[in-house]
């Protein structure tokens, strides 16, 4: 199986600049939840990988959590510029995840969209050779992996678009309402206009519903991946979550066509 | 090992993870008990996953939780000056201590610490902080923007 390399190693390159601009931006906080953590971890689940994902509540030393940020924004900028390695991902992957566990309160959608796809990212090709000509048993775990970061996509949007089928303000056209008039929301002036409001609810909901299947012919995919830039972008400004929005577009070139054509904006547009 | 086979190798990792994923983050009951057990196992530790955010429906009542000053006044307990990060942690620790607050009236250890742990820029005193829970409210759907405003005094918490 051929891998589409320039959709790889633009969803390698998104990720790790979005890993270092997330941990980035917890720098200010970093009193509150890396050093001194205000809420405490939740307890570690059951089972030995727990000693691997939620070693800052278990095993580790306190403190270690910020030497863990600083590391893993040195690995994910080296990746961002040079190839990626599998055992720099599962370093960066095990590092992440304790971050995310540690802080959970904190964390969001989109962190662990971000831990999930890492995770499989470990056995994606880090070079353009070895996606072309991966033999047995190694294209069978790269292919999977693939695969596996398009469905985790996907699933992501049906699940949630399921999800809402089964409530009553969504399906009612309040929901947008609703969430604009929460003061940790917004913005409350859209519940002023209910025709609008209605609207955009049901284009959440059609957006959400459609994109899994949109994606996979080119003429519909352009169109449903510039609505989910500006789905989240607005969300992700308008809600304070610019995070898990650009969380989910940095795994958006692992769909471009055929894998081989879309990486940048540049190309979004031609495709 | 033939190219159908690996496909087929293929084919079946991607389908069992994805079933797996699916019975794990799908509504409770789209899914199937046996599912759902197997998916707790598989998914929890390494995989976890929520994509609930406003689903089924969006919250009707949004919550913070205020700190008593030593003036007699209330102030959020994380307030807006507060970096992004520290400031998301508002509202589902404010849902969590509601859920608390109405299951029997008292708060779990871990949220004692965490509303703790949150206003500790007020200084170690010797007298328990007051905090209490403020919600509002919608009461029309149809009418958003008019929430009623309810206050739920929290539990003293000892320093």
Redesign the interface.
């Known amino acids: 199986m051929i891998l589409p390399w320039r959709s790889i190693r633009w969803l390698q390159r998104g990720v790790h600049l979005w890993l270092f601009g997330y941990l980035l931006s917890s720098l200010p906080a970093a009193e509150w939840i890396w050093l001194h953590p205000a809420v405490p971890p939740l307890p570690a689940p059951p089972g030995p990988a727990s000693l691997l994902t939620h070693a800052f509540s278990t095993w580790a030393p306190p403190g270690s959590a910020i030497i863990a940020v600083f590391a893993l924004m040195v690995l994910a900028l080296r990746s961002v510029v040079l190839p990626s390695r599998w055992y720099i991902t599962l370093v960066e992957w095990i590092l992440f995840s304790n971050l995310v566990n540690f802080a959970w309160l904190a964390s969001s959608g989109g962190n662990q969209l971000i831990a999930n796809v890492l995770f499989w990212m470990i056995l994606l090709p880090g070079r353009e050779e070895a996606a072309r000509m991966a033999t047995w048993p190694k294209a069978v775990w790269q292919g999977a992996a693939f695969w596996i970061i398009r469905f985790q996509l996907l699933v992501a949007y049906a699940v949630t678009a399921l999800d809402k089928l089964t409530g009553t303000h969504w399906l009612a056209g309040d929901a947008v309402g609703i969430v604009a008039t929460d003061t940790s929301y917004g913005p409350a002036w859209l519940a002023s206009v209910p025709l609008l409001a209605a609207m955009v609810n049901y284009a959440v909901l059609l957006f959400q519903l459609t994109f899994p299947v949109a994606v996979w012919w080119a003429p519909t995919r352009r169109w449903w991946m510039w609505m989910g830039v500006l789905f989240h972008l607005v969300t992700g400004i308008t809600f304070g979550i610019l995070d898990m929005g650009l969380a989910f577009l940095v795994v958006y070139p692992i769909w471009s066509r055929q894998g081989e054509r879309i990486g940048t904006a540049t190309e979004l547009v031609r495709a | 090992?033939s190219s159908r086979s690996?496909?087929a190798?293929?084919v079946s990792?991607?389908t069992l993870?994805?079933a797996l994923?699916?019975a794990y983050?799908?509504?409770r009951?789209?899914v199937p008990g046996r599912m759902f057990h197997w998916s707790q196992h598989y998914v929890?530790?390494?995989?976890?996953?929520?994509?609930?955010?406003?689903?089924?429906?969006?919250?009707?009542c949004?919550r913070?939780l205020e700190v008593g000053m030593p003036d007699g006044t209330w102030r959020a307990l994380i307030p807006a000056d507060?970096?992004?990060?520290?400031?998301?942690?508002?509202?589902?620790?404010a849902q969590r201590v509601h859920d608390d607050l109405l299951a029997d009236g008292s708060l779990e250890p871990?949220l004692q610490?965490?509303i703790l742990?949150?206003a500790?820029d007020l200084g170690r005193g010797t007298e328990p902080l007051r905090f209490r829970l403020m919600e509002?409210c919608?009461m029309d759907?149809?009418h958003?923007?008019h929430?009623t405003v309810d206050v739920l005094p929290v539990p003293p918490t000892a320093r």
């Not at chain 2, 507060?82 to 620790?93: D, F, K, T």
């Open positions: 090992m690996a496909r190798l293929l990792i991607v993870h994805l994923v699916l983050t799908l509504p009951a789209l929890r530790p390494l995989f976890h996953q929520r994509w609930n955010m406003f689903a089924p429906d969006p919250s009707t949004d913070r507060r970096p992004y990060l520290v400031r998301r942690m508002a509202r589902p620790l871990f610490q965490a742990g949150l500790r509002r919608v759907a149809k958003p923007g929430r």
